[in-house]
């Protein structure tokens, strides 16, 4: 027999969008659960982006974990754009009345979190298998799994899908209820970390003859560079020396002789795509984070667009329980994807016109171009690029 539990919002996926969602309602009151497939050593040793917005920090805050962010963060007030070896330093203070951009990585996030969440006894359980949802247009939708050889069963009144792109919740939703909508692109990211300092305090965008490439990084000693290469790239035939002297070829000259070297700490391949699945909400089921959408990691939206469908979720779920009311569930999925198809928007553009697709012309060439160009004599197309960059507002 099944091990049976009851609680009031069971969140599928021990990330950074399921375990902050954890805290901010924990912090309301409102009893949940997390349940995740893999090892937590494994979770917290995911490599992911970096780049907070300001709306981000201030949920981080919110949920009581933004004492090492402000203390270990890097504020950002402005970063590059080169095309060539031309370079466009976009101030992000000045475009945006004051705004600015932390440098922090989502394995720090995730790591604050899941310590927060261990601190007040929350129960959470890790490596657990075979997640299967049932009952979601019920009242009472449940979880059922298995952990430590055990079957529990999770009695829930809503089940947050925080389980990511490949996750149980999504494909559990019937194909007729929910529509796709996806951009596979011809090419991937492949980056590695180094524990060197960075090429320049800020972050470099750039578009080279050869393709794209960022310069970013984890803190002051730590580095973390991106070449665009095929989707089917080897990984294996590229050592760092070839990884090194790729990169400092694409930088301008005025950077390149910057560029410190050393071995790679982790060296991997990210494919990007475009992807929205909606609505967020079948039944008692609300899909947040990775679960419903992805983004091209051109422009840092991933972890802060999960962050505004938890920021959406945890006030409409608290507004349930404390004020009962319903309008903020009933309207999650409708608001959270005006955000996101807005973000989605931004990184599908600058995407386009910061990498070498194989399809394109030299009429698409020059496009390219002309739109940089357009950008570094138009404040007014400076202050968009900022706007959405430092995050559009909640």
Not at 183 to 201: A, C
Not at 281 to 288: E, K, M, P, S, T
């Amino acid at each position: 027999m099944p091990k049976e539990f009851q609680t009031q919002v069971a969140i599928i996926g021990a990330g950074p969008s399921g375990l902050l969602l954890g805290q901010l309602l924990a912090k309301a009151g409102v009893d949940n659960i997390v349940i995740e497939r893999q090892s937590k050593d494994y979770v917290l040793s995911r490599i992911r982006a970096g780049v907070l917005e300001q709306g981000t920090v201030n949920l981080l805050d919110q949920a009581g974990v933004g004492d090492r962010l402000h203390r270990e963060g890097l504020v950002h007030h402005g970063f590059d754009i080169a095309f060539d070896h031309q370079h466009l330093r976009l101030d992000l203070e000045k475009l945006t009345a004051g705004k600015h951009v932390t440098v922090y990585g989502q394995t720090e996030v995730t790591k604050d979190l899941s310590q927060a969440r261990q601190a007040l006894g929350l129960p959470t359980f890790y490596e657990a298998s075979d997640v299967k949802v049932h009952d979601l247009l019920s009242e009472q939708p449940h979880v059922q799994f298995i952990h430590e050889q055990q079957t529990y069963s999770i009695k829930a009144d809503f089940i947050a899908g925080c389980d990511g792109y490949h996750g149980v919740c999504r494909a559990s939703i019937p194909k007729d209820s929910i529509g796709e909508f996806e951009r596979v692109y011809p090419f991937g990211w492949l980056g590695i970390l180094s524990d060197t300092p960075p090429v320049q305090e800020e972050l470099i965008y750039g578009n080279h003859p050869d393709g794209f490439y960022l310069c970013s990084m984890r803190s002051p000693t730590r580095s973390r560079y991106y070449l665009q290469c095929a989707v089917d790239e080897d990984i294996t035939k590229w050592s760092d020396n070839r990884f090194w002297d790729t990169l400092q070829s694409r930088l301008p000259s005025s950077i390149a002789g910057h560029l410190v070297r050393g071995p790679s700490i982790e060296k991997s391949i990210a494919p990007l795509r475009s992807f929205v699945a909606e609505p967020l909400r079948y039944g008692q089921l609300f899909l947040a984070g990775d679960a419903g959408h992805i983004v091209p990691p051109t422009g840092a939206k991933g972890l802060n667009l999960a962050a505004s469908d938890i920021y959406y979720l945890s006030n409409a779920l608290i507004e349930y329980y404390v004020e009962h009311q319903k309008s903020g569930i009933d309207q999650y999925s409708a608001t959270a994807l005006q955000r996101i198809w807005k973000a989605e928007r931004f990184s599908w553009w600058l995407t386009n016109m910061l990498h070498h697709f194989p399809e394109k012309s030299r009429f698409d060439q020059r496009i390219q171009q002309a739109e940089f160009d357009y950008l570094c004599h138009s404040e007014l197309a400076q202050r968009s690029l900022a706007e959405n960059y430092v995050g559009l507002p909640y």
